[in-house]
């Protein structure tokens, strides 16, 4: 045989020669899920080893995370409900815990980057990402409000925003509100490509975020998330996206939707980012925790699939633990 594939298998040192895709930490977003208080560490049961954190609490495995090469952190905020109405006014109020834990956060780590949540389903009555109206969602008065928490958030100290809403035309909107107000390098992480996933379960039981069951109220987001079966309607939203000026295209779920993923990559000049979500994340522990599958093989391979997909940025509830096992391995 004059070819023989395997020869460049047959030693670490070979492959290492030959690897066409690598994962550093430096790819990887942290999701953190901030509640009002103090000393709160509380372990989300339905992902377990992630926490809902008081803005104290928090600091600490900040630091953490830092020391293991960890820079990049989203954020997404238990808001009380007593804080929540109809229109999500509490998202860019003055005494909103969320946009002063971000400042609390810069003050102490300068050098960190924090990506924000813009919807409102953190904030609504309703468990919707847009204001509900005579049982329907309400496209355009959403991006009023939308574009009022973007402004608070820049405003708190966010460098990224992470428009989750799938409202049409909230980047451009959100866009021409941070520009108004001077904000010209906050950038926008939109999801691009988000799905109408059955696999964001434990996310929305971190944040008591899900739709409530209620005759006027649509019992689901299949109105303004996608679509799972469509694929080429990706490269519609991720057109208009960059049109209306975002700075990264996201597509959520990520190990789901490796295929879009890759399109997105193959058809944009944009960074690329993926939500490896929380649905993903708890399937992979549950199996480890049987004995199934081994966490410190399967964990790194989860992420590289959506490397090597062509993914430059992900989000994964497994950002630490991967830090973790290459700092072990050196």
């Known amino acids: 045989m004059q070819n023989r594939p395997r020869r460049n298998r047959k030693s670490k040192a070979i492959r290492g020669l030959v690897t066409e895709t690598r994962l550093h930490t430096d790819h990887l977003i942290y999701p953190l899920f901030l509640v009002d208080g103090n000393g709160v560490k509380e372990e989300i049961s339905s992902l377990p080893g992630n926490y809902r954190w008081s803005v104290d609490s928090v600091l600490s495995e900040i630091e953490e995370c830092i020391s293991l090469g ?18 999500g006014t509490h998202s860019y ?17 300068p050098e960190v980057t ?29 991006l009023e409000i939308l574009c009022k928490m973007s402004t ?15 409202m049409d035309g909230r980047v451009g909107a959100m866009r021409g509100a941070l520009d108004q107000n001077s904000f010209f390098d906050t950038s926008i992480m939109s999801y691009t490509a988000k799905y109408a996933s059955a696999f964001y379960g434990p996310f929305r039981d971190a944040l008591d975020s899900a739709p409530v069951e209620s005759d006027d109220i649509p019992k689901d987001k299949k109105t303004y ?3 799972p079966a469509n694929k080429l309607e990706s490269l519609i939203e991720a057109e208009l996206d960059e049109l209306e000026g975002a700075d990264f295209l996201m597509v959520k779920p990520a190990l789901h939707y490796l295929d879009i993923i890759h ?40 992420l ?8 430059d940025a992900i989000i994964s509830y497994f950002a630490k633990d991967y830090a973790q ?6």
């Not at 002063?100 to 003050?107: F, H, L, N, S």
């Not at 096992?325 to 050196?330: A, E, F, G, K």
Request: hydrophobic content about 40%; aromatic content about 8%.
């Open 70 to 87: 960890i820079s990049n952190f989203i954020l997404f905020p238990k808001i009380d409900q007593s804080k929540k109405d109809k229109k």
């Open 114 to 142: 924090l990506i924000s949540d813009v919807a409102l389903d953190p904030y609504s009555i309703d468990g919707h990402d847009g204001i509900v109206e005579n049982g329907k969602i309400q496209n355009d008065e959403t």
């Open 325 to 330: 096992l290459v700092q072990n391995r050196l």
């Open 93 to 109: 109020a003055g005494d909103n815990f969320y946009l002063r834990a971000c400042a609390k956060i810069k003050m102490h780590f």
């Open 304 to 311: 590289l699939s959506i490397r090597r997909a062509g993914c």
């Open 263 to 302: 399109l997105l990559k193959e058809s944009s000049n944009l960074p690329i980012a993926a939500y490896h979500v929380s649905g993903e994340c708890a399937m992979l522990i549950a199996a480890c925790q049987k004995g199934w599958l081994d966490y410190n093989t399967a964990m790194p391979e989860a």
């Open 152 to 166: 608070a958030q820049a405003d708190a100290g966010f460098d990224i925003l992470g428009p989750s809403d799938m």
């Open 225 to 227: 998330q996608m679509n």
